[in-house]
């Protein structure tokens, strides 16, 4: 399973990287700060999930943009957004894209499984 992950923390995206991998030890996961880092890697390598924030507005394009950018590369990509926002901001714009999953910040683990065990597409 490739996993990338996607916040413009550096501290953030490290502790999501570094939980990814506690939760799914086989997967290879990366971490990304920009939205053109994130959609060149998942060129590279692929990518069956994609975690992201959905307001990444310190790098000028959102989560849902890079979301809809990944699914151009794997149209069954799982999308699981992080954010601070309520779910009914964004809720037509998540529910557009067949998002797996959201979750508020600050995440947890057990959180973060549970998305990963109820993922929309199968993964190897």
Known sequence: MIV???EDSLLTVCALQQTTQQIA???RVFACLTVAEAVETARENGCDVLLTEIDMGKNGT???ELA???KEINPRVNIIFITVYPEREYAKDVLRLRASGYVR???SAAELKREFDNLRYSVK
């Open 62 to 64: 959102g989560g849902i």
């Open 25 to 27: 030890p086989d997967a």
């Open 105 to 107: 910040k600050p995440f």
């Open 68 to 70: 809809r950018q990944i």
């Open 4 to 6: 990338i992950c996607v």
